[in-house]
């Protein structure tokens, strides 16, 4: 995408943002964190953190653990009409 832009705006394109879906929605969680209820510097959790974490709240197994955030994934994906992964 960066590259396309590049040769319709050769002047302009460092000036246009581009975003995924996702990393847009981060972008403005981070400008307005506040507004959000959250504090400034705030990260998204990485999958790895998030099985640990999951693992010492519900006193699971890394691999339980690991299993019940793919069954979330799955349930949460078939609600909005996604495929699962």
């Known amino acids: 995408m960066r590259e396309r832009l590049a040769r319709l705006l050769p002047d302009q394109h460092g000036q ?24 400034h510097g705030f990260r998204v959790a990485g999958e790895a953190e998030r099985i640990e974490l999951l693992a010492a709240t519900l006193e699971l197994s890394a691999h339980k653990a690991e299993r019940l955030l793919r069954a979330i994934s799955r349930r949460s994906a078939r609600r909005a009409g996604r495929a699962p992964r």
């Open 16 to 39: 246009v943002a581009i975003h995924t879906f996702h990393s847009l929605g981060l972008a403005i969680l981070r400008e307005h964190a506040s507004a959000a209820g959250l504090d």
